[in-house]
């Protein structure tokens, strides 16, 4: 069989994430055009894949205005920049692999499933989270009904003091306006989790949160506009030299590091803090999304589910607790542990245990294992192989939009509307 061809739609993080999928497995996936207004990332990528230069596009719309050149589209652009080439590769026929959100809103949300549902064509969704080894054995134990009915799910997402200042505070997702509500941003995977593994409908949810702490008021006496120059960094856990240069000097030239500069040099990183985003005092950044956030949902049937969203944590996977008629279930990201009513026994049930060391393993499978899935679903043309489809998705961002209405309305939302 051939491999599925692949343009990438956005050379940045995510979309080189998602193109090491064809240098691992050739004979599987082939990015054969890129469209990347960023020279150097743009470059990076050619050389990578040995992209002929006819094939190597600024823009998107680039792409979009020739027929169709590749069986598949990876687009990974930013937030607010997926909703037009996602109508647009879709009218031409393109399967496509949206990374989240599709939308910054309902609206374009519907119009990115319409025209995907228009023209027919294969559709998933990066929430790499439905993929991962350890989230497929708690749905298989969940459907099983190992632990009887599904009454509760209790989630926390530690987003992790460092990475909340990173992304949150000082990188892309810092202000709503220019990507949105974080519990968009960052937990629509949460939510979306929480939503497959109820595997019911949602009916109603509230919803709390503001901004807590990284605000001018909270900067300590002393602190200044960067890192760099700034009285009081080293007793500062959100320092950028901490973060950065302390990462590099462990050896780390990936993300986030590499979010900075495409040679993670010290030199190039210093440079970034002196005059980028990434060197500034985290009270005194143009960021406005909450720090941390609670949601509560009610699922049909009467089952109910709550999710939270803390920055002020160590980073770590996310922690779940299921409570079922019969048992509960308690995960950690690798580890599930089963507690049986029946029997008064434990067990529990490691995910990683038959990790084979490749990269479909690593990390917990979910970006390898999200286009290991996508892409057999272009190569076989079937779509049961897409966890994260368009009707999924939609019902799940619809919970986070409603949610984020319920926190700033201080009210109860229902999946009606009303
Ligand atoms: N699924 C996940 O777990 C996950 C994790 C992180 C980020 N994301 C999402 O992935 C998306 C990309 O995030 P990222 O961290 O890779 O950001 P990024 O900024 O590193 O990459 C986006 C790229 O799009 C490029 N771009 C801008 N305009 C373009 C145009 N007109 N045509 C083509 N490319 C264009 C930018 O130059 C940039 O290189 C975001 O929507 C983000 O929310 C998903």
């Known amino acids: 069989m051939k491999p599925v061809t692949l343009v990438v739609v956005g050379a940045g993080s995510r979309g080189t994430t998602y193109a090491r999928f064809a240098s691992a497995f050739p004979e599987r996936a082939k ?6 207004p960023r020279e150097a990332y743009r470059r990076a990528m050619v050389d990578k894949h040995h992209i002929p230069p006819e094939k190597a596009f ?31 590769f879709a009218d031409l026929g393109y399967a496509i692999l949206l990374e989240k959100p599709m939308a910054p809103g309902p609206e374009g949300c519907r119009r990115v499933v319409d025209a995907v549902k228009r023209n027919n ?3 998933g969704v990066c929430h790499v989270l439905r993929y991962t080894r350890y989230t497929q054995q708690m749905k298989a134990m969940l459907d099983s009904g190992v632990i009887g ?22 990188g892309n ?12 941003t960052k937990s629509c995977h949460d939510l979306d989790w929480i939503h497959y593994m109820m595997g019911v409908p949602w009916t109603a949810v509230s919803s709390f949160g503001s901004l807590k702490h990284f605000r001018a008021e909270e900067a300590p006496e002393g602190a ?23 990462a590099l000097r462990r050896g780390h030239t990936g993300w986030p590091v590499g979010v900075l500069t495409p040679e993670p040099t010290q030199e190039a990183v210093l440079a970034a803090l002196r005059d ?24 049909d049937g009467g089952r109910t589910a709550t999710f939270t969203m803390m920055a002020f944590t160590k980073m770590r996977h996310r922690e779940t607790h299921v409570f079922g008629t019969r048992g509960e279930l308690v995960g950690d990201g690798r580890f599930i542990r089963h507690y049986d009513f029946l029997t008064d026994k434990t067990r529990e049930i490691d995910t990683e245990a038959d990790a084979d060391g490749s990269i479909l393993s690593g990390h917990g499978g979910g970006d390898f294992g999200l286009m290991d899935r996508f892409v057999r679903a272009v190569a076989e043309q ?7 489809g368009p009707d999924e998705t939609l019902a799940s961002h619809l919970l986070v939009f409603a949610a984020e209405d319920a926190r700033r309305d201080g009210g109860v939302v229902t999946s009606r509307g009303e």
């Open 58 to 88: 600024a823009d998107w719309r680039d792409v979009a205005a020739q027929a169709k050149l590749a069986d598949a589209a990876v687009i990974a652009t930013q937030d607010h920049m997926h909703v037009e080439p996602a109508a647009a």
């Open 121 to 123: 064509v294969l559709f």
């Open 382 to 388: 079937d779509p049961q192989w897409i966890l994260s």
């Open 173 to 184: 997702w810092r202000n709503e306006a220019e990507s949105g509500p974080m519990l968009l």
């Open 276 to 299: 980028g985003p990434y060197g500034r005092c985290v009270y005194r950044a143009d960021n406005d999304v909450v720090d941390h956030q609670i949601v509560s949902v009610e699922f």
């Open 31 to 36: 990015v054969v055009a890129v469209a990347e």
């Open 224 to 246: 200044g506009e960067r890192c760099v120059a700034c009285a009081v960094a080293a007793t500062c856990p959100y320092s950028a030299e901490r973060i950065y240069l302390e």
């Open 149 to 170: 009915d599904v009454v509760g799910l209790q989630r926390l997402e530690p987003v992790g003091f460092w990475h909340m200042a990173h992304s949150f505070v000082r």
